[in-house]
């Protein structure tokens, strides 16, 4: 398998962000309920992790780094996300008005997917990495990210029905729904030999 195909079936299947590391699990339980507004979100959210991963990795390596000033990572790294993701709303709300969220609330949910922050964060940890493996790992990256929550989204569509309890309503059943999800995406760790 080549490398490109490696990192895509790693990050969307494999090592998932969502699942196996943990990384923008917080913006699930606010996803939207439609499936629709969802795959909106999760695309833009793929269109945005791909370049900050290449924006952040390019700051990183050419302007933080030859300076000396890495202890602004992090910082830099919010300031290059929150213009892209907003961006990404003006380009939805122009091209996509009826698929749109509410501006706010998609600003909102895509400026603060902890998601974006670590791709970004995980890329500076591979300082041999190239800016066309950030991109992609970027990519792969919001491709599982979209995995996730077209999937969650759906599962949380089905689960609104009045057979479930009434304790395990809301946010429960999003727990115990997202915790098989990962336990479906472990069976996932044999596809990848060493």
Known sequence: MTEPALIMVSAIL???????????????????????????????????????????????????????????????????????????????????????????????????????LGVALLDAQRPASGASTAMLHGLAAGLGFTLVLVLFVALRQRLAQPAIPVAFRGAAIDMISLGLMSLAFMGFNGLLKA
């Open 14 to 116: 494999v090592n998932n962000f969502v699942l196996a590391q943990f990384i923008g699990l917080s913006s699930l339980p606010a996803a939207p309920r439609q499936l629709q507004s969802a795959l909106l979100l999760g695309l833009l959210s793929t269109a945005v992790a791909a370049l900050s991963a290449l924006c952040n990795h390019l700051l990183l390596q050419h302007l933080l780094l030859p300076l000396e000033l890495v202890y602004l990572r992090n910082l830099a790294f919010i300031l290059v996300i929150l213009p892209l993701a907003q961006a990404a709303v003006m380009f939805s709300r122009r091209y996509l008005p009826r698929l749109a969220l509410k501006p706010q609330a998609l600003l909102t949910l895509l400026a603060c997917n902890a998601l974006l």
